[in-house]
């Protein structure tokens, strides 16, 4: 399993980005896939993922309405669309697979097994 994150860059607040996650080595239909972030100083935390078994798409509240997460798999890639950006989402950015991504209650459930390098994202202010 091999994950290749890539679109990041530097854009002011307001600005759009779209992140890359490819996959190679297995099929998107066989793992959720997700992304995280970790900014300086800061814990890595999980901004979303895609649900392998029903391509449902869970956000973390801070990006919602914001970040849209598709999945292409005649390509085998996924997307981050991450528009309106504000200086806070500046981090780090990893894309990740797992066996699963679903809510049984209030909280998502999404374990990487699997994890890409980061994409450094930087949003001026």
């Known amino acids: 399993v091999q994950l290749q994150a890539s679109g990041g860059g530097l854009v002011q607040a307001g600005g759009s980005l779209r992140l890359s996650c490819a996959a190679s080595?297995?099929?998107?239909?066989?793992?959720?896939i997700g992304w995280f972030r970790q900014a300086p100083g800061k814990e890595r935390e999980w901004v979303s993922c895609?649900?392998?078994?029903?391509?449902?798409?869970y956000y973390t509240d801070s990006v919602k309405g914001r970040f849209t997460f598709t999945r292409v798999n005649a390509k085998n890639t996924l997307y981050l669309q991450m528009n309106n950006l504000k200086p806070e989402d500046t981090a780090v950015y990893y894309c990740?697979?797992?066996?699963?991504?679903?809510?049984?209650?209030?909280?998502?459930?999404?374990?990487?097994?699997?994890w890409g390098q980061g994409t450094q994202v930087t949003v001026s202010s």
């Open positions: 080595r297995f099929t998107l239909d066989y793992y959720a």
């Open positions: 990740a697979a797992a066996p699963s991504c679903f809510r049984p209650s209030s909280d998502v459930i999404f374990e990487p097994a699997y």
């Open positions: 895609i649900s392998n078994t029903d391509g449902v798409t």
